[in-house]
């Protein structure tokens, strides 16, 4: 098992540490790094409508002007149906983005344009702190941590704008805006993982209010306002450090969300819901030149990479980078060949080693994208479309597709696995199962 702990960071990385069940992201304080996120098909592919712009929208203000209804979310995919018997399930993959920070090195807008470039949707997990001056930080009132703490420290005010008005882009564009919670509490007394559901209550119901209260806070009347009901839109987050899961979901499913991304150590399986709400978990993926798997995140690739440091000797970057993007594209190629399992990808807006990482997300982005162009049934889509997509489909559907394991083609391929899904009872193998366990990995591809 290997760790590496930085002020705001404590993490586990690799598979083999996976069977720990923890992995972890941070960011280093005060706004210096950031902590950082068509054709539709039958089924509801995804799809920004590259090319094509948003219609403009009438803005109606919500509470102090913060944000503000404008409608219907503009360039989402056409609306999901269930699969017919015997179709082949597509090939999901959502990339993600914890923290949502934007300052100044330029990873946000780096990765609007190239989801834009290529039709896709992501899904941006915003820490409500990212939109609140460090000037007004005694707002926040953290559980079991001293008022106005954080463990990922403070935007600038000139990086608060900026984030601004990438989350605005981002929305306008047909991503989601989902939530990294607060102040990334991972370790002491204090640690998210020992919060009591009546504490993320308090969390969430702050994370929001200094999005939707941002004017206020901020006393800046001149950026425009983000272009959604932020209660609505809000549907699924992801812990800090994938920590304090079991006693957040209670509170997730009294709220309404329908998805969480916190677990740690899953496999590439089709997911299920735990108590209620759909858990979509980071996965083990193949690690090249390792018998372990790695996490399908940057952080768990740095983890395993250079151990203790973001800032490793330069001449290991390029071996690196190579094996972290073929990392990711290891996993969607096992996925996609054999049981077609939903594929989660983790990241943060940072240039640890160089920025090889990010060069390694848009690699791997690339390739996948490039399937999807040559006629593949590939979606790049954000948690809350693919959960749209699920949510339609025949429970005893779902229940065929979680008896395949890591790495399983379908017995006799897909037009006979689907053919008649009817006698399989709702809730056969796999419901109920949370899909986080590290053990019985299966085969790299």
């Excluded at 082949?88 to 990765?111: C, H």
């Excluded at 054999?338 to 060069?359: T, V």
Aim: hydrophobic share 35%; proline share 7%.
């Amino acid at each position: 098992m290997r760790t590496l702990t930085r002020r705001g960071m404590l993490g586990i990385g690799a598979s083999a540490a996976a069977a720990a069940g923890l992995a972890a992201c941070g960011t280093q304080s005060a706004g210096r790094s950031g902590h950082p996120g068509r054709p539709a098909g039958k089924d509801g592919g995804s799809g920004s409508g590259s090319g094509r712009k948003p219609a403009r929208q009438l803005s109606k203000p919500i509470g102090d002007g913060s944000t503000a209804y404008t409608g219907k979310q503009p360039l989402q995919p056409a609306a999901p149906e269930p699969l017919e018997p015997g179709q082949t399930p597509p090939q999901f993959v959502v990339f993600s983005w914890d923290g949502a920070g934007e300052v100044g090195n330029g990873l946000f807008p780096r990765f609007l344009d190239l989801a834009k470039e290529h039709g896709a949707h992501m899904t941006f997990f915003l820490s409500g702190l990212y939109l609140l001056p460090e000037s007004k930080k005694r707002l926040y009132n953290p559980p079991n941590n001293p008022r106005g703490a954080s463990d990922i420290g403070y935007l600038t005010d000139d990086h608060v704008k900026a984030t601004l008005t990438n989350v605005r882009r981002a929305w306008l564009e047909g991503h989601e805006i989902g939530t990294h919670f607060n102040g990334h509490f991972c370790g002491g007394s204090g640690t998210v993982a020992n919060w009591t559901p009546q504490q993320w209550r308090s969390e969430i119901d702050q994370a929001k209010s200094f999005v939707k209260e941002w004017r206020t806070n901020t006393g800046w009347t001149d950026l425009p306002s983000l272009p959604f009901d932020y209660d609505k839109e809000l549907t699924g987050g992801r812990t800090p450090c994938l920590l304090g899961q079991d006693n957040l979901l209670p509170t997730a499913r009294s709220l309404g969300w329908r998805y969480d991304a916190s677990s740690p150590g899953g496999r590439q399986v089709w997911p299920d819901r735990r108590q209620g709400v759909w858990d979509l978990p980071l996965q083990q993926v193949p690690f090249p030149g390792h018998s372990f798997e790695v996490l399908s995140m940057d952080y768990n690739m740095l983890a395993n990479q250079s151990v203790n440091s973001t800032n490793a000797p330069a001449y290991n970057y390029p071996g690196w980078r190579t094996q972290a993007a073929q990392a990711y594209i290891s996993g969607f190629r096992r996925a996609y060949e054999s049981n077609r399992a939903p594929f989660f990808i983790g990241n943060h807006f940072e240039h640890w080693n160089g920025g090889i990482y990010m060069d390694a997300v848009e690699q791997a982005f690339k390739h996948m994208a490039r399937e999807k162009e040559k006629g593949a049934d590939v979606r790049l889509v954000s948690f809350r479309q693919f959960t749209d997509w699920i949510d339609v489909q025949k429970p005893e559907v779902l229940a065929k597709l979680r008896t395949l394991d890591v790495g399983q083609q379908p017995a006799g391929g897909w037009k006979t696995f689907l053919a008649d899904t009817k006698a399989t009872p709702s809730g056969a193998a796999g419901s109920g199962t949370t899909g986080s366990s590290a053990s019985g990995r299966g085969k790299a591809a």
